[in-house]
Each structure stands twice: as C-alpha cells, then as structure tokens.
C-alpha cells in the first residue's frame, strides 16, 4: 500500500513559470522531507518541515506542511532549467523508517 | 561531505544467481537501508539496520537478505536473482532517527 501520493505524476513547463506539487496522505506524519534526484545520482534532502502549517523558504523554493500534517506541497517560482528533477517527499512517525511519496517529474524547458 | 559509496553503478546478472549489492558510508552512520526504486512507485525500503549486526525487514523483504558485520558496510544479497528483481538499489544511512537520509547514487540491476 502507497501511503503518500504525489501529483502531478509528470510536469513539464517553460522557463520562468510557477508550480505546485503536491504530497498526499491518509496518515498523519511527524515530519515531512523533500528530495530531489536528478538523473544517476541518489536523492539529496531539499527540507525538513516538523509542525502542522510550517512553511520553509529555500531560494525559489517554497515547502508547506499541511495544518493536520497529512500533507504537504512544494512551490518553484519562476522555475529555470536547474530545477529539473524527481521530486520525492518522505513521511517519517518519528521512528526508524521514512515513507517515501511515488515522485513528481518535473522538467523544465528552456 | 557525507560519502556513500556503492560498489557497483551497472550490474547484470542471470536468473538464479546469488548477488551481492555493497553499501559503504564513510561518517560513522548508526542507520543504513537499502531501497528498491521503480517507475512510479518511488522508493520502497527492503531492510534497515540500526547498529552492527542488527537488521530489520522493511516493507518489500521477500528475496532479500542483508548482512552488517561492520558498522560502515550494508551488504544486500539477492538470494536466487528472478527478472522482477531488476530495479535501481540505493542504499542510504543516516546518523538518528530524526536526521536526512544520504544516499548513494545507486546500481542500476538487470536480471536477465
């Protein structure tokens, strides 16, 4: 069972546009992670959100955690070609494991 | 910077053999894990390791075997290779369980 759905599965926009992705569950989560992975390497950690309705600022970058903490979005403003990757978010119940989302995407065009 | 290092990027091998993934960190990580990632389905964890030694079934074990004698090494071994075991493996470790998760950059595994 996938407990964290992630949409739009694929996203592909102009240079300078702005996107949302989003990171869904059923389950609450103690903390919420963002990687990107671009392509042959490993996922590398974007953020970390703890609290219901944290929003954290990386550059262009805007991450929320949902009010209940089921949830989560990801926000690029005016995206540039650098921003190409898979998009994963990762819920952890604060134990060992972490959840990992079916992952966005994205690829931006030039 | 933390390093993981696993050993092999590309590996093929045929149905029925005995592989073997190694996993190495090089930052004294208490955790290390082992993932499987396919085309929609993102990544799903087959084991996990707290300490030396010790090891726990994730959410896809069956197959699977893993093995840490030391501390910076997690070994996954493939106990009789079967085709819908070709994936990317990435193996990942982290230092408690409230900090990110490094992973390597992965082996890209045909069974053919």
């Known amino acids: 069972t996938q407990l964290l759905e992630q949409s739009p599965q694929f996203l592909s926009i102009q240079e300078g546009e702005n996107l949302t992705v989003y990171c869904n569950s059923s389950s609450v989560f103690s903390s919420l992670q963002w990687y990107r992975q671009e392509p042959g390497e490993g996922p590398v950690l974007l953020v970390t959100?703890?609290?219901?309705?944290e929003v954290k600022k990386l550059k262009r970058l805007t991450f929320q955690f949902g009010d209940a903490r089921k949830d989560s979005s990801l926000h690029i403003t005016a995206a540039q070609p650098g921003d190409t990757g898979l998009y994963l978010c990762?819920?952890?119940?604060?134990?060992?494991?972490?959840?990992f989302g079916t992952g966005t995407r994205l690829t931006i065009i030039p | 910077d933390v390093k993981v290092t696993q050993s092999s990027r590309y590996l093929v091998k045929r149905t029925g053999e005995k592989v073997f993934l190694e996993c190495v960190q090089d930052?004294?990580?208490?955790?290390m894990f082992w993932y499987r990632q396919d085309p929609g389905l993102g990544l799903r964890l087959i084991y996990f390791s707290y300490d030396v030694k010790m090891k726990e079934k994730g959410d896809i074990p069956e197959g699977y075997s893993v093995s840490r004698e030391k501390k910076e090494r997690f070994s996954l071994i493939l106990e009789s290779a079967s085709t819908n075991q070709t994936s990317m493996y990435l193996c990942?470790?982290?230092?408690?369980?409230?900090?990110?998760?490094?992973f390597g950059d992965g082996t890209r595994l045909s069974i053919l």
């Open positions: 990942a470790s982290r230092t408690g369980f409230t900090q990110p998760q490094h």
């Open positions: 930052m004294d990580h208490e955790n």
């Open positions: 959100v703890v609290t219901g309705g």
């Open positions: 990762a819920g952890g119940k604060g134990n060992e494991k972490l959840t």
